[in-house]
């Protein structure tokens, strides 16, 4: 009986506490190793394959939007007509399926064109922007500026251009085409669920299905070239003090190409709103957008071209290009007035460059106004130096008269030319 109350014996265990610690100093290495490893300096996907997830993203983002719009459209409501002043006669509505006739555009069987023109145009532009940008320290002052904003986290020093590259090449656009789409900005073919009506007996389908929308334009775009940035700044660790820690961070983000399908509508003006002719641009979710990011961590010991930040980088800049410019998204631009004004004319025949010679008539406005008040101030100058020279002849004149009225004459007596001083001809009688 005595032996049965007696408390059972624990079993020693088997790994003694310097074993335990070693293990799980073991386990904690091996953490950190397979993640330094496997995070930060694996290898990153090829850019095939991040730029097909990327476009099957954009796509199924797209088509939602899409399928959203067609199920929750209201059926459209006639739009109710202004009431037109009685001077102005009356015109037939202007429709879109008008503009295409009147045009000769047949947006079934018109084929694409090509935009050489348009390319040369652009890249003039381009070149001129580049070389101001070369004398002109502007763009490079805005630059700071926007990425030293308020929005610029605590945990940052301050960010530094060190590189601007702006490119040598320039962007080429063709295959542009018109197609008619809605106010949404959805083309018609997806809203008729296959196609535009054809000719025919579908003439009358085709028109009412082409009521209310707009025309739009459709062009490629390809850009293969080097535009470079270069930023340096601090990470600055204030916890639990100031400046704990610093770390020198250097980033380097270069565009090697981008191609993708640009579209361009416009807006016609609302005089009842007082809203101006609008632009909208945007860009399709088919585009392809490359960059080449380098990087530096350290000031000693350094980290040099971590796969995992180029990668943060690349996924942060196509974030903020698809929520700006990249649909269902489209930026809005206010276009001024194109009434012939008077104001706006230049040319020889301005009655405010009327004294210039060739050369100066092709000066810009702001040289032009120097010249003017160049002109106005030696023709000033000169007119009072006329004046003057006026009035000093004047006196002159004035003053020899005097002298002349003031010499003493005889009330009886005369002089002849020719007779000898002194000598009085009033002979006596």
């Not at 028109?207 to 080097?226: P, T």
């Not at 269902?328 to 004294?355: C, V, Y």
């Not at 092709?362 to 006026?390: F, H, I």
Request: overall charge neutral; glycine content about 6%; aromatic content about 6%.
């Amino acid at each position: 009986m005595a032996t049965d109350n007696l408390c059972p014996t624990k079993p020693e265990p088997t790994l003694s506490f310097v074993q335990g610690l070693v293990v799980g100093q073991l386990s904690v290495v091996l953490l950190i190793a397979a993640f330094i490893r496997f995070f930060i300096f694996g290898d990153p996907p090829s850019p095939e394959v991040t730029a097909s997830i990327r476009a099957t993203e954009r796509r199924s983002r797209t088509l939602a939007h899409r399928q959203s719009l067609l199920t929750l459209r209201a059926p459209s409501v006639g739009q109710r007509q202004p009431k037109k002043p009685s001077v102005l006669r009356s015109t037939p509505t202007l429709t879109i399926e008008s503009i295409l006739n009147k045009t000769y555009y047949n947006v079934d069987s018109h084929q694409p064109e090509s935009l050489d023109w348009f390319n040369v145009l652009v890249a003039q532009t381009i070149a001129q922007f580049r070389s101001d940008a070369q004398h002109d320290d502007a763009i490079l002052n805005s630059l700071t500026k926007a990425l030293n904003g308020t929005s610029r986290p605590d945990f940052l020093d301050e960010i530094k251009v060190t590189e601007l590259t702006l490119g040598e090449d320039f962007p080429i656009f063709s295959n542009c085409r018109i197609i008619p789409v809605d106010e949404d900005g959805l083309s018609l073919e997806i809203r008729n669920g296959g196609g535009i009506p054809g000719q025919g007996g579908a003439a009358g389908a085709r028109a009412k299905l082409l009521e209310g929308s707009r025309l739009q334009a459709r062009m490629d775009v390809d850009l293969s070239d080097m535009i470079t940035l270069a930023l340096e700044t601090k990470i600055l660790l204030n916890y639990p003090k100031r400046l704990t820690a610093v770390l020198p961070v250097a980033l380097a983000v270069t565009v090697v190409r981008f191609s993708g399908t640009l579209s361009i509508s416009f807006i016609p003006s609302n005089s009842s709103q007082s809203t101006p002719t609008m632009m909208t641009f945007s860009f399709l979710d088919d585009y392809r957008l490359d960059f080449s990011i380098r990087s530096l961590v350290g000031s000693r010991s350094r980290l040099q071209d971590v796969p995992k930040i180029a990668q943060l980088i690349e996924s942060r800049l196509h974030r903020w290009f698809d929520e700006r410019a990249v649909e269902p998204r489209f930026q809005e631009i206010a276009l001024p007035s194109l009434w012939p004004r008077m104001k706006n004319t230049r040319g020889p025949g301005d009655e405010s460059l009327d004294g210039l010679s060739s050369a100066d008539v092709s000066l810009g406005k702001g040289k032009g106004r120097e010249v003017m008040n160049d002109l106005r101030e030696e023709a000033r100058k000169e007119a009072q130096a006329e004046s003057a020279v006026a009035g000093v002849s004047a006196r002159s004149e004035l003053n020899h008269d005097n002298l002349r009225y003031r010499r003493p004459r005889g009330r009886d007596s005369f002089s002849m030319p020719g007779t000898l001083p002194g000598i009085d001809l009033n002979l006596p009688t």
